[in-house]
């Protein structure tokens, strides 16, 4: 796929190491990368996260987080990207959370997606965070939020070294 094949080459160009915490994508994300060849040199690690316990558990997400502003929200997805890069030494991350459908959920609508982008720079930590909303199955919408997760990857990188962020 070539969405993730030039996202391998970007890694290695720029001497990234990845890891995720995938909830909605279940680990597609790291499946795309490892499927180039090379690509593996690439990643550090990957959680799949469902439950609110694993995501408290694994990735230090705050029940206050959860609670307040839902699963499928930003805010869980940048304490998913910020736990899973505080137990690594990778230097970029990517977490997913959402709902891939077919029902609304808490009033979210199906295909709703959140994500968020970290990156280590110098000494410091790039956070970047958004919400999308994809189109067709369950399938679709996972694999949609999969590319759209690594095609954003190096213009988030391109922001982080330009010094924006959280």
């Known amino acids: 796929m070539f969405v993730a094949a030039s996202t391998v080459e970007y890694l290695k160009r ?5 890891t995720t915490a995938e909830s909605c994508t279940a680990g597609k994300i790291i499946t795309l990368l490892s499927e180039v060849d090379g690509g593996g040199s690439c990643i550090e690690s990957a959680y799949v996260v469902y439950s609110p316990e694993a995501k408290q558990r694994l ?6 987080t959860i609670n307040t502003f839902n699963l499928t929200s930003c805010e869980v997805a940048r304490e998913m990207v910020l ?3 505080d137990d690594s030494p990778a230097n970029v991350a990517i977490a997913t959370t959402g709902i891939l459908g077919p029902d609304v959920i808490d009033g979210i609508p199906p295909g709703t997606v959140c994500f968020a982008w970290a990156y280590r720079v110098g000494r410091g930590l790039s956070v970047f965070s958004r919400k999308e909303r994809f189109m067709g199955s369950r399938e679709d919408v996972q694999l949609a939020a999969s590319l759209h997760a690594l095609k954003s990857l190096p213009h988030f990188h391109q922001l982080a070294m330009a010094g924006e962020g959280a």
Request: hydrophobic share 55%; no cysteine; net charge positive.
């Open 14 to 18: 720029n001497r990234l190491v990845i």
């Open 83 to 85: 736990g899973a890069l």
């Open 59 to 64: 990735l230090k997400v705050r029940a206050y």
